[in-house]
């Protein structure tokens, strides 16, 4: 295992570096980047970051897009240097690809414990302080090596199909007797956490990289009648029949874009994505974050057409501000995050989703360039840069409680 260089920077401040252990539930190159890999790269300025893939939550099946997940992990678990890295890797950090069962009940417990610790022996034979910053609720007891313990709840996890539900309520009532502070990134998910007995919830709602897709958006004059949806193509959060919806609604009068990869989290998409693409949809693929703002700033609007269901109810949209910041009008089903945007943004839109087909169609009007810098500065507070100086000051404010 390589163990990662301090950062430069990283060295001048007063007290000891911080070793922060990162429990993900996602892989480092996995296809979008999310919440944890933002974190990962912001606290690496000012500390070393060990990021852990994910244990998985999610049991996986026999389909080829979960045997192609664990063969990589088991390459990479084995030191394969052949798997090409996708995505960079700021200085001072390493990533760990644990080789445990994904199954996390009682019988497998100890052998997952025992695989685990092994995979984070430079974390727990690290100087002090020692950090944990969880994703994952399912910590196999590293927060009893850590000075500091954050559990970072992006997501109802338990709500997600296929998500073992039991492994996470047994783990979030260990580690509400444990965590310092626990960061929720929607009310559902602060209200989850409260009622689980986290005893400090910080309530931080998902922001983006917006300088990316600011830089990229398009006059009024180069803009086109479009509307872009960006994320997993997944039927556990899309409401299918709403895409169909929008797609019949544009047929002669704009564009249904779709851009993500397909059945991330499980669950086939491809004969939705055929339907929808018979009805005139464009798949635009996997784009990069560049690739993506280019796109988003040439066209009208943003949707987010999730369904609601138990597990949307705490998902907080960061591609709402990554629309905003292209100059998108948002238009999105009531998702209690959206609905709460809405209602302080005027030019983002909660509908219901018999509604939402006329909405688009008039979001399509053409509009200033005055409008479409309104929309891009109304993103601007709402960015990785100073939600990283938050989380920065928030591990330091939890350092010194134990200095």
Known sequence: MVTASVPEHARLGDGPVANVLMLGTAEWDSPIATNQHYVARELARSATVTFVESLGLRRPTLRRDD?????????????????????PRPAGTQIVSPLVLPVHRTPTRPLNRALLRRATADWLGSERPRVLWAFTPVTYGLEDAADVVVYHCVD????????????????????????????????????????????????????????????????????????????????????????????????????LLLAGPLAAGGGSFDAELRRLEELGARHLGL??????????????????PYAIND?????????????????????????????????????????????????????????????????????????????????????????????
Request: aromatic share 4%.
């Open 67 to 87: 045997v192609v997940r664990m063969a990589a992990r088991v390459r990479r678990a084995a030191g394969d240097r052949e798997v090409p890295a996708q995505r």
């Open 156 to 255: 109802l996890l338990a709500s997600f199909p296929g998500v073992d539900g039991v492994a996470v309520a047994r783990g979030e009532k260990s580690l509400s007797s444990r965590t310092a502070v626990a960061i929720a990134t929607s009310p559902a998910v602060q209200e989850h956490l409260v009622g689980a007995g986290f005893p400090r919830v910080e309530l931080m709602p998902n922001v983006a990289d917006v300088s990316v897709f600011a830089a990229a958006s398009r006059p009024a004059g180069e803009r086109r009648p479009a509307a872009l949806f960006s994320g997993n193509l997944t039927v556990h959060k899309l409401d299918l029949r709403l895409l169909e919806a929008v797609a019949t609604a544009l047929r002669g009068r704009g564009e």
């Open 287 to 304: 784009l990069t974050p560049a690739q993506l703002a280019e796109a988003a700033g040439t066209c009208a609007v943003g949707l987010i």
């Open 311 to 403: 597990y949307t109810r705490g998902v907080s949209p960061l591609k709402c501000f990554e629309y905003l910041s292209s100059g998108l009008a948002v238009l999105g089903t009531r998702l209690p995050a959206v609905a709460d945007l809405a209602r302080t943004n005027p030019h983002v839109t909660a509908a219901e989703a018999d509604d939402l087909p006329a909405r688009l169609l008039e979001l399509l009007q053409p509009v200033s360039d005055t409008v479409l810098d309104d929309r891009v500065a109304s993103a601007a507070e709402h960015g990785w840069e100073g939600r990283g100086a938050v989380l920065r000051e928030l591990l330091e404010r939890e350092l010194a409680r134990v200095r």
